[in-house]
C-alpha cells in the first residue's frame, strides 16, 4: 500500500503560479509512475500531467501544455507539479496517483491516490 500526500495548494491570481508536491507516506514511489488529475466542482477528473519511473517520459494535457511541468526530485521519491500563467479555470482540487510499469493519462490505471490540494485561481 503507497499513501501519499499532496502539497503546494493555495489562492493565487491569475497569471500567477505555485508549484505543487507530492510525496510518500511511510513508503517510497522510486518504482512507480506517477501523474497528476484535478477534479473542479461538478466536472469529472481530468489528467493534467503524468512521468515514467525514470523521470525521462511525461505527457500534458492539452489544456496545460506550454504552462505546467512535472517531474520527479533527485531521489525519485518526490513528484511536482510546477503551475505558470494560472488560470481561474485551473481552479480545482489536484490529486497525485501512483501506479506500476508506464504512465498513463487515464485515471482508471492508477490505483494510489493522494487526498487531494486545492488551487483557486482567482481573476
Known amino acids: 500500500q503507497v499513501y501519499l500526500r499532496e502539497s503546494g495548494g493555495g489562492l493565487v491570481q491569475a497569471g500567477g503560479s505555485l508549484r505543487l508536491s507530492c510525496a510518500p507516506i511511510g513508503s517510497t514511489f522510486n518504482n512507480y509512475a506517477m501523474s497528476w488529475f484535478r477534479q473542479a466542482p461538478g466536472k469529472e477528473r481530468e489528467a493534467v500531467a503524468a512521468i515514467s519511473v525514470d523521470g525521462t517520459t511525461t505527457y500534458v494535457s492539452d489544456s496545460t501544455k506550454g504552462r505546467f511541468t512535472i517531474s520527479r526530485g533527485n531521489a525519485k521519491n518526490t513528484i511536482y507539479l510546477q503551475m505558470n500563467t494560472l488560470k481561474p479555470e485551473d481552479t480545482a482540487i489536484y490529486y497525485c496517483?501512483?501506479?506500476?510499469?508506464?504512465?498513463?493519462?487515464?485515471?482508471?490505471?492508477?490505483?494510489?491516490w493522494g487526498q487531494g490540494t486545492q488551487v483557486t485561481v482567482s481573476s
Open positions: 496517483a501512483a501506479r506500476d510499469f508506464f504512465p498513463t493519462m487515464k485515471a482508471s490505471d492508477y490505483y494510489y
